[in-house]
DNA sequence: ATTATACTATTTGTAAGACAAATAGATGTC
DNA sequence: GACATCTATTTGTCTTACAAATAGTATAAT
């Protein structure tokens, strides 16, 4: 198996009789060998190389093929589980293997960055909830044109869950997120849910306050059962309405409890 | 300094004459040292306990304090450079530095999310076009309200390179780009510019097509000159006709490109 | 013959130590 | 004082070794 050529400038491939002709100082490339062996593998899978499931080498081969040692080879690799990439599984017939990222995982690393953009300072509360208005209104038109019946029965089950006075707040906000999730996934867009995943999960601060500290949910609640309502109705003048209604709602009671 | 303690069951189990049927695989924590010490790392960084520019102790620190080795150590930093979360540098006054995460480079990630998904098949192109057109109405009508004499000369600027009919494909792409993201960047809101980067970074592939294969910028261009101008003339209905005929266009030449 | 058990081989997970490379600061020379 | 050199620190990489999980296989017991 043929080594593939890196564009390292480090030289202790003392035993190995490597070509280092092709080393190009004007081209030189300080990346870290795991960041290129990232870029490489992610580029193999991206553009099909690997398919979903396949296995990548083990990382002793990989480790030999690139002609470095395997924690560099793993270095790499954890900065693809990290993108939720490739999973390890131990044991024969064990390996590193290509996952299909889900949207819920990626929306979930999205709204990572985006709690982390809130967390210092980038983005504000105000700012997001904004964003949500602004966005909104294509969203819930489409909505109303594409909802399936399961489209609703999806709405209707997590509305269901929060009419329940007995669940924990944690619970209440998860099914909030299912209720606001369900109703973009009812565009029956994949571009549009994997976007809004995020506007939704970095909103998830905001429910979780109210719910905990101002403790009310029956305006929420009520709120929603407006909404599906008219999804039902299939009415998206009234659907964007009530749907201010609830971030206006939001937005005053963030306010307010961010003054206490 | 005291070891943390972790979640990891080192040698107890060994010998076999145990009942094993009470493993609850969901409720054991299988999860790697690596992928917990990033956890724990990322946590501390969000949270506060270390801010931006701040430098984590050294990796050696780090391990010592953990208890575990080295490359463990170097694994977890790797998943948080994986997510711009932190840098290395080397030297004294070297270490993994928390370094503040660009709207560029976080939808830089997402994009390769969505690319992702559209490789495997999970997007398509169709769908992203059709999410563009979904999701743009409240950005124009928000940009129309917002944008100031600096967004507008930035967009002018986009616009200014890509009539210049010396530049490379590539020079077009990103110039296509950079006009894109300055339009949604005169909607002044952040969280906004965040979502809509990566449905415009997922469009790359089609204006790459159109321009490398149909060979056609000139269409694009006007179009692109007649959307400033709509904005300059602060009318959102026309701005929002004009893109999507620019949808439209890009649509067709789409599918006309990938029948043949 | 079938089932349960133990073994083996494979692959990832973790550890420890060594050296290379980069770089800021201190030191010394002219 | 300016410039070169040395030194110490920290990340980057390699090497080797062993632990842990696990699928497959062989073996033993019923």
């Known amino acids: 198996m043929e080594k593939m050529s890196f564009k390292v400038q480090t030289t202790p491939f003392l035993k190995s009789n490597i070509d280092k002709s092709y080393i190009d100082k004007s081209s030189i490339v300080k990346s870290s060998i795991s ?33 470095v040692s395997r924690p560099s080879v793993r270095e790499a690799l954890k900065r693809l589980a990290a993108q939720n990439l490739v999973r390890a599984r131990r044991g024969p017939s064990g390996g590193n293997f290509v996952v299909q990222p889900s949207y819920e995982e990626l929306a979930g690393s999205l709204s990572g960055a985006a709690t982390l953009l809130v967390g210092m300072g980038a983005l504000d509360i105000v700012e997001i909830i904004d964003a949500r208005r602004i966005l909104q209104g294509g969203c ?19 509305l269901e869950r929060q009419r329940n006075p007995e669940i924990s707040d944690e619970a209440f906000c998860q099914s909030d997120v299912a209720f606001h999730r369900a109703l973009v996934d009812s565009t029956g867009n994949g571009m549009v849910r994997f976007v809004m995943y995020t506007v939704i999960e970095a909103l998830i ?19 929603h059962e407006e909404m599906l309502q008219h999804l039902i109705d299939r009415n998206s003048v009234l659907l964007n309405q009530s749907m201010n209604k609830l971030l206006d709602y939001l937005l005053a009671k963030f306010e307010l409890a961010s003054q206490s």
């Not at 290129?36 to 990548?56: C, M, P, T, W, Y």
């Open 35 to 67: 960041k290129q062996i990232a870029e490489q593998l992610r580029e193999a899978i991206v553009s099909g190389g690997f398919k979903i499931g396949d296995r990548l080498p083990t990382e002793d081969e990989l480790a030999q093929r690139y002609g």
């Open 140 to 158: 819930l038109e489409h909505a109303v044109k594409n909802a399936t019946t399961a489209h609703i029965a999806d709405i209707e089950t997590a």
């Open 205 to 223: 601060p905001v429910t979780n306050m109210i719910v905990t500290v101002v403790r009310e949910r029956s305006d929420i609640i009520s709120l």
